[in-house]
């Protein structure tokens, strides 16, 4: 099991080949000072996982977690933390965790006025194809919000895809919308 530091609201693997490995099972995390490598022999230095990417990692039991102190957060603690510093993070691990479950690549989709950038064969291997916003299926989206969630996607030639939460069932439904000019 590889060896993971938690560090803040990041977890980081200090060794190199650790880090390749996670990387290469997955394109999970990024290597700090390095873009969008194309191949695992390009990480030559520590591994950045967000918290979600974390609590995935921990639960399918690839990452031990060790905090400050040096004590290790099993999957349960882990996902407790970050619950507790991500807004929303129940509904954002079920949706990442769906789609990585279904095969997607799953990276932060910040940059896109996103939750996540979701690729079918990785970054560096292609642009990211869609962008997807996580909701609890009991929220209420105005018209307002839902074109500014298209206005980004139109923009940077995404498909928008809105991952709807049931917590008591803990489904994930997706819709997706395709813009047309009119």
Known sequence: MVKALLVGS???IPNVDESRYIYSNG??????GISKPKDPKDIIRPLELSL?????????????VIDKNGE?????????YSSKII?????????????REKGFIVRSGV???ADF???????????????????DIDEEITPHELLSFGRVSHSTRKR????LVDRKSESVRYIMFKWVKM
């Open 111 to 113: 940059k896109y006025g």
């Open 10 to 12: 990041k977890v980081l």
């Open 27 to 32: 394109f999970y995390g990024k290597a700090i």
């Open 160 to 163: 928008l895809v809105l991952a």
């Open 52 to 64: 979600i990417e974390s609590v995935y990692l921990a639960k399918k039991g690839l990452i031990k």
């Open 117 to 135: 950038a979701v690729y079918t064969l990785g970054p560096g291997l292609e642009h990211a194809p869609y962008v997807v916003i996580a909701v």
């Open 72 to 80: 290790v957060l099993e999957y349960e603690k882990l996902y407790e």
């Open 87 to 99: 807004n929303k993070f129940d509904i954002m691990y079920r949706v990442y965790e769906d789609l």
